[in-house]
């Protein structure tokens, strides 16, 4: 089993920045890829941006540029970098870690600002 707890969250104004983190507890060393999801309210959960052990990563279209992912795979911690903000990336965020399975977090609040 894998516990996921993030913390970050919060109110921004539009062009603000925001760190998330997220700790993961249990059978941690398990865990291959971490990553982050949002969902809007009435929207599909949609892919933010994930991160391989090895450091290999993918963002989704519409945070490219602006968010970054970075892992410590020592303390079994992931973290995203959010920068130059919008409203519309106001959304629960949430992080997932693979074994063989998909663990997910529950979730903490973006709102940002216009």
Known sequence: Q?????????????GGSLRLSCAASGSAASINAMGWHRQ???????LVAFI?????????DSVKGRFTISRDNAKN?????????????????YCSGTTYRVYWGQGTQVTVSS
């Open 52 to 60: 391989t052990r090895d450091g290999a990563t993918n963002y989704g």
């Open 77 to 93: 911690t992931v973290f995203l970098q959010m920068n130059s903000l919008k409203p519309e990336d106001t959304a629960v965020y």
């Open 2 to 14: 894998v516990r996921l707890v993030e913390s970050g969250g919060g109110l921004v104004q539009a």
């Open 40 to 46: 809007a309210p009435g929207k599909k959960r949609e």
